[in-house]
């Protein structure tokens, strides 16, 4: 289907409009973080004001002593959507361009969850080069995270290392086949760019409310950690003192 | 709130295409924005002037034209549209389009932040530049280069594009900013369906394809540079960051692996080669496709093979 160029001229600064406000309530009601990490945020910043940038070009032309006359050769006797002012351009990529719009508005924003678990694969180990243990040891734990807790696991990988050591941490509920009935996992997706990077990591949890506990619900789980097994491999294991039913934090996914 | 499996992973692609999407829209954006610029700005008489005359250094100067331009893969295939309209060479505009989203600025502070100073971050430069040189000297040798560009992207013989700038009266400076604008905005609506089409590509992929199967593929010398090849091209995420990201395969996976993801990744992934289509003929993109995968495996096969670190 071919559109008069004036017209699609039109849509285009519409749809340019319609991204720049999708972007910009992202980044004010704090969804963006669902999709990429905060230290990227400015990128959403930069791409608000082009888009507007963009869009003024087309209501301020309509008013200059060139019209919509640029400086494209009009080689017309090929498929293009440059718009020459008077020719017929295709509707598709305007269509095309309308599809995050679209998908952003009917499916509501949510982060990763347990359902993505299985595709993306779960670790009980994370490491990097900076880690040390001793970089690790300097958070108290009482205020380590799950992914606190997995990577001094990483760094000392002996199952009964974690011994006796008390844990507050917040997750999601994950479960699978390796899982006894009176297992689950508190996890935590970790993020370095953006959600197609996005990995699993979590913490084995033992406790005999855990069958009642729906998966991908959020936890804070309280306990200590004791030598245990995970589908017969041994690794550390959360006991849990008491597990409670909490909100998804507005920040739901860990940065390392 | 537990969604039946198929809405379930239906919000999982959703969210992971507008991941890759709003990561990626802003670095296309700085791209259109400096193609609007270069068209309106920079006219064919002043590039042919700076390109270098012989075939070989136009392609070298064009593989480090991104310390010029800092832009990453999805910004710098407008550029390299809108440069080759000014007349810049196949070869060169070919380097630039591989080399830039690696010999770039940003990238350089990126991989130092994640690597520092060694072996990795010096390997990624000089692979990067090789590859890329290699690759746009493969294209020089071409005898008709301009059979490889689609039609429109071919300079025009008669009238048109830069010498019209050059002959008018130059109009005032608000006119021609806005102008710019003006054109960045329809090749912004020229290539985001590229970048949507792909983004969605690569989401599908990593929502359908479980990466536990294809991580566990890789640990040996061989296995594992195919294994990141693949990786990088199915995650689709931008060589300005792509380094952070790597640091996750630095400990199961071989030094050669590690690179190939990082010098191949960000000259190619799903959504770049879609965008390759809005300026090169099919084949082309399936020539440019090949010669970096396999150059860059070779010499990750020769450096695990050969070199212990």
């Not at chain 1, 009176?182 to 370095?192: E, I, K, P, W």
């Not at chain 2, 710019?180 to 394809?209: K, N, P």
Request: aromatic share 10%; net charge negative.
């Amino acid at each position: 289907m071919m559109l008069p160029a004036r017209i699609a001229d039109r849509f285009k600064a519409l749809i340019l409009i319609l991204l720049a406000i999708f972007l910009a309530e992202k980044l004010v009601s704090g969804t963006l973080y669902y999709y990429i990490g905060p230290r990227f945020s400015w990128l959403a910043v930069v791409g608000v004001v082009i888009l507007i940038l963009l869009a003024s070009s087309f209501n301020l032309l309509r008013h200059g002593p060139d019209g919509q006359h640029n400086s494209h050769d009009h080689d017309h006797d090929h498929e293009h959507n440059h718009s020459h002012g008077d020719g017929r351009v295709s509707v598709v990529p305007l269509f095309i361009a309308t599809i995050p719009l679209a998908l952003g508005v009917i499916v509501p924003a949510r982060p990763l969850g347990a359902s993505a678990v299985d595709t993306r694969g779960v670790s009980t180990g994370f490491t990097s080069p900076a880690d040390t243990s001793a970089s690790i040891l300097t958070i108290a734990p009482a205020e380590r995270n799950v992914l606190d807790w997995v990577r001094a696991m990483s760094a000392n990988p002996e199952p009964t290392a974690l011994d006796g050591q008390s844990a507050d941490v917040v997750g999601f509920v994950y479960r699978d086949a390796r899982f006894d009935d009176d297992q689950f996992m508190v996890g935590r997706f970790t993020m370095t760019c953006c959600v197609a990077d996005a990995l699993a990591i979590g913490v084995v949890v033992h406790s005999t409310e855990a069958s009642v506990l729906e998966a991908d619900s959020w936890v804070r789980v309280t306990g200590t950690f004791q030598a245990g097994t995970l589908g017969g491999s041994p690794m550390p294991v959360l006991e849990a003192a008491e597990i409670s039913l909490v909100m998804q934090p507005e920040q739901p996914y860990l940065f390392p | 709130m537990t969604l039946p499996f198929l809405a379930e992973q239906f919000a999982n692609f959703t969210t992971v295409f507008l991941g890759i999407f709003i990561e990626a829209a802003p670095f296309l954006l700085m791209g259109t924005l400096a193609s609007g610029l270069v068209e309106v700005f920079i006219s064919r008489d002043q590039m042919l002037r700076v390109i270098p005359r012989r075939r070989i250094m136009a392609t070298i100067a064009g593989g480090f034209l991104g310390l010029v331009f800092p832009v990453c893969e999805c910004g710098v295939v407008p550029l390299t549209r809108r440069l080759f309209r000014k007349g810049l060479p196949v070869s060169s505009g070919v380097a630039f389009l591989l080399a830039a989203p690696i010999i770039n600025p940003i990238v350089f502070a990126s991989t130092f932040a994640a690597y520092g100073w060694g072996p990795i971050f010096v390997m990624r430069f000089v692979m990067g530049a090789g590859v890329a040189l290699f690759t746009g000297l493969v294209f020089s040798a071409n005898p008709d280069p301009s059979r490889m560009l689609l039609p429109q992207h071919l300079v025009p013989v008669s009238g048109g594009s830069g010498e019209a700038i050059d002959t008018a009266p130059v109009p005032p400076l608000g006119e021609r900013l806005t102008r710019s604008l003006r054109i960045g905005a329809d090749e912004f609506f020229d290539m985001v369906r590229y970048l949507i089409v792909g983004s969605m590509l690569a989401a599908a992929l990593q929502t359908a394809v479980p990466q536990s199967a294809l991580l566990a593929l890789g640990s040996g010398p061989v296995t594992s540079v195919i294994t990141l090849q693949v990786l990088a091209f199915i995650l689709s995420v931008c060589s300005t960051v792509d380094a952070f990201l790597s640091l996750a395969f630095v400990n199961t996976f071989t030094p050669g692996s590690i690179l190939a993801f990082l010098v191949f990744g960000p000259m190619l992934d799903i959504k770049s080669t879609l965008l390759f289509l809005s300026v090169f003929e099919r084949r082309v993109v399936a020539y440019l496709l090949l010669i970096p995968l396999l150059a860059t495996m070779l010499v990750a096969l020769f450096i695990n093979l050969n070199v212990n670190w």
